[in-house]
């Protein structure tokens, strides 16, 4: 089965990113595109804008409005179970179209396309960002800095205080076509200066357009088919070039996962600190699964997403099923499958 192609829209509050989206779903031509908002703060602002327009492009439950922060500080938290929903819905979308915060990294959002729950279905078609001519031209990253503060202020997840610059500089980095917006309301002269600057921060090949009000031809927008998280090493953002000395690169390419079956737990409490703690230990990044709890009817399902650990019955066991505890545990390769498996096993015996 081809992959779905998903496009990443960043660029800062104010650049045009929703301009762009509403463009892309009133021309979308008969796709059917899934949309994925990260808002956050007023929340539903961009939910309230986008409804209405491209309503055979975009259903409302092609419609998914991720709230609880930056996108790329709550990727395996919102970002990875809602793209695997997409995939397993009975009508799966012909392109995946994410609208990042303006203070989302890129770099960790791509990266999250190697998860193997979603890696084999997926794939960055491009990462386009939206830049502000004439906020550029002014001396600005944004046309309203302060509102950008105001949201950074917002953000309760935001576990990253990146330096506009710092994050402008990995929004360019990281991109496979910039749009240079609201280049109408700029001068020839400082359009060319600002076109300048941009080009010394992106990378070979990558295509700078001019756009007024995010108007800009399907085929070029769509099908750039860069295959963006294949190719991590040349994106690299700010920070990891400062720390290429490999003392403080944590971030990986390559993920790896593994299943595991055990017996029936004890109880929950023990299931849940069983788990707690190996994902502690040995830094996994998501554990999830069923598991079978000695005398109770139904089968627990679990959800673990870095210390918290979700837990519920969703339906009881049916007679002709062995109740018996599966769990998939996904980390940063290598994951040293053995000693976790060692540990769990002990906790279950």
């Given at each position: ?19 762009l ?7 979308a ?22 409804q ?6 975009c259903?409302?439950?092609?419609m998914?409005?991720?709230a609880?922060?930056c ?27 994410i609208e990042t915060?303006?203070?989302a ?17 997926v ?11 004439s ?14 503060d ?13 330096p ?6 990995d929004?360019?980095?990281?991109a496979?076509?910039?749009l ?14 600002v ?17 007024h009000?995010g ?13 963006s ?7 690299k953002?700010?920070h ?9 690169h ?7 996962s ?7 737990a004890t ?29 109770a ?19 009881p066991?049916t ?7 599966s ?6 390769s290598p994951?040293?499958r ?5 540990r ?6």
């Amino acid at each position: 089965m081809k992959k779905i192609p998903a496009t990443v829209i960043t660029g800062f509050l104010g650049a045009g990113k929703t301009t762009l989206v509403r463009h892309v779903l009133n021309n979308a031509k008969g796709k059917r595109i899934a949309l994925i908002i990260n808002e956050f703060g007023d929340v539903g602002v961009d939910r309230d804008v986008l409804q209405g327009c491209g309503d055979e492009a975009c259903s409302e439950t092609d419609m998914v409005e991720l709230a609880n922060g930056c996108i790329c500080c709550t990727v395996a938290e919102d970002f990875i179970p809602t793209i695997t929903a997409l995939l397993q819905s009975d009508n799966r979308p012909d392109h995946i179209v994410i609208e990042t915060s303006g203070l989302a990294l890129p770099q960790p959002l791509v990266r999250a396309f190697n998860w193997p729950e979603i890696k084999a279905d997926v794939t960055v078609d491009g990462v386009v960002t939206v830049a502000d001519a004439s906020a550029l031209a002014a001396g600005r990253f944004a046309s309203n800095e302060a509102a950008v503060d105001a949201q950074r202020l917002q953000d309760e997840m935001l576990d990253h205080e990146t330096p506009l610059g710092e994050l402008f500089e990995d929004q360019l980095i990281c991109a496979d076509l910039v749009l240079l917006n609201k280049s109408d309301l700029v001068s020839p002269d400082d359009l060319e200066k600002v076109e300048a600057a941009i080009r010394k921060e992106l990378r070979d090949g990558v295509k700078l357009v001019r756009t007024h009000k995010g108007e800009i031809d399907m085929a070029a927008l769509l099908g750039i088919e860069a295959g963006s998280e294949l190719d991590m090493d040349g994106r690299k953002s700010h920070h990891e070039h400062h720390h290429e000395d490999g003392h403080h690169h944590h971030e990986h390419d390559d993920f790896d996962s593994f299943s595991i079956r055990l017996p029936a737990a004890t109880d929950k409490v023990q299931l849940g600190n069983a788990i707690s703690n190996v994902i502690k230990d040995f830094d996994i990044l998501r554990l999830k699964g069923f598991a079978a709890i000695k005398d109770a009817p139904a089968r627990l399902s679990v959800q673990a997403v870095g210390p918290r650990v979700d837990t519920y019955f969703d339906r009881p066991w049916t007679s002709d099923e062995e109740k018996q505890t599966s769990l998939v545990v996904i980390g940063q390769s290598p994951l040293d499958r053995a000693a976790i498996s060692e540990r769990l096993e002990k906790a279950f015996s």
